[in-house]
């Protein structure tokens, strides 16, 4: 019997014991090691920070469906993970050892990195169910007491589409309450243009961004470098391309908006051959660490080099199709380190967002995510915001029924009209 742990039980890490439990079968432990037993969907935060979903509508108690699919959950969550001898240390002082892990933490959130930024400081956040309620807080006072708002992504920062969406979803918002006219809007990101999201763009959508943000009488500041927050006041520090300075701003706000920098949870970080410098495990092809040979990652925590070089720090997003290539490939992977086999399977890296806007929205499909592309296609219209529903209800049930079948295929990628993507590319045997 062949012990496999799970650690971390977001998006990647449910999704990967449910395709674990189906490919293994019941003879082998499956493990998923947690802070706290509830899946919280993040996709949803956006909404949640204006009111359109409270924290009941986007959670699932994993418990039950993990009992019901023979899956142990520790909620106890990891304090150290010590790869060198097989073991996840957890909090409470025990441990679970095992033969197999994979690695699927997510991030940790680096709002240090920045004086003043974040939840604890002068910015909210949608990272967290507990910050996009957080965020409500401060959206109703914005409501009463309007004035200026920031909103975007600081340095380091690889989650840019959310940041996108919130100033969409927020502008929305506020035009319902009757006061946008008295809230004006800028977008502070680290990127070189608009819809550069990570990834250089996709498709046209540094021109499809831009007009959505001129429309909404959004103004903006790439090759932004924020330098310190303070109560009401953002200070940034605007970059050429080439990084020579460009200009300083000094921003009022009444409320903001900024997604952090990540970097490798606690548990994991500084752990020598499994992580770099920042945190994240390093994989290969295979989703496969070079150091310790029977430890997997999949989703945020995975170390990708950024696409190309930008003025300012800028990471390469995770996207959920992305990552469900990824626990496909490392469950086929696994299988077959279980049979005495290699793993052959390597995850195709595509890219698929629905980024909702309220009354509208931008979809993108990049094959692969990272350039050159087979595909590199974006679109816009008001079937992204009934697509971007559609997903969140049918995910939901998937996690909360115990069911692994990628969500995209059914839904996503019907709604865009393209070919299914293929999940896995199978080395051929020589």
């Not at 920098?261 to 994240?280: H, K």
Request: proline content about 7%; aromatic content about 8%.
């Amino acid at each position: 019997m062949a012990r496999v742990a799970v650690l971390g039980a977001g998006l990647g890490g449910v999704i990967m014991a449910y395709e674990l439990r189906d490919i293994l079968g019941p003879q082998h432990e499956i493990a998923v090691v947690n802070k706290g037993s509830k899946y919280s969907f993040v996709p949803s935060n956006p909404w949640v920070a204006v009111g359109w979903r409270d924290r009941e509508a986007i959670e699932a108690d994993l418990a039950p469906v993990f009992a019901k699919r023979d899956i142990r959950l520790h909620p106890q969550g990891a304090a150290r993970l010590h790869p060198a001898e097989n073991r996840i240390e957890l909090t409470d002082g025990s441990s679970v050892d095992y033969d197999y892990l994979v690695v699927a933490t997510g991030p940790d959130l680096a709002f240090d990195e920045i004086e003043g930024l974040g939840p604890d400081g002068h910015t909210q956040s949608i990272c967290q169910v507990d910050h996009a309620l957080m965020a409500k807080q401060a959206f109703d006072r914005l409501v009463k007491a309007p004035g200026p708002v920031i909103i975007g992504a600081a340095q380091g920062a690889s989650c840019y589409g959310p940041a996108y969406e919130f100033a969409f979803v927020l502008d929305k918002a506020l035009r319902d309450a009757k006061v946008r006219d008295r809230v004006p809007m800028t977008f502070v990101t680290a990127e070189p243009y608009v819809g550069h999201l990570g990834l250089d763009g996709v498709g046209d959508t540094k021109t499809l961004l831009e007009s959505e943000m001129r429309q909404h009488h959004v103004k903006w500041i790439c090759n932004a470098k924020i330098d310190r927050v303070e109560a009401g006041r953002m200070l940034i520090s605007e970059l050429t391309d080439d990084g020579a300075p460009k200009a300083s701003h000094e921003l009022p706000f009444a409320y903001s908006m900024i997604l952090p920098a990540f970097r490798g949870v606690p548990a994991v970080r500084g752990i020598d051959g499994l992580t770099n410098p920042r945190g994240f495990i390093l994989a290969d092809k295979h989703q496969r660490n070079p150091t310790f040979r029977n430890v997997f990652s999949v989703g945020v925590c995975v170390a990708i080099p950024p696409v190309g070089k930008t003025a300012v720090p800028v990471g390469v997003p995770k996207t959920g199709f992305m990552i469900e290539s990824m626990v496909t490939a490392t469950a086929h992977n696994i299988a077959r380190l279980v049979e005495g086999r290699e793993p052959d399977a390597e995850a195709t890296w595509n890219a698929v967002c629905l980024a909702d806007f309220g009354d509208g929205g931008v979809a993108f499909v990049a094959q692969p995510q990272i350039p050159p592309r087979n595909v590199n296609w974006s679109s816009s219209g008001r079937w992204v915001h009934a697509a971007k529903i559609g997903f969140e209800r049918y995910f939901l049930r998937k996690i909360r029924i115990g069911k692994s079948e990628p969500f995209y295929e059914r839904l996503a990628l019907q709604a865009l009209g393209i070919d299914k993507l293929k999940a896995v590319k199978i080395e051929e045997e020589v």
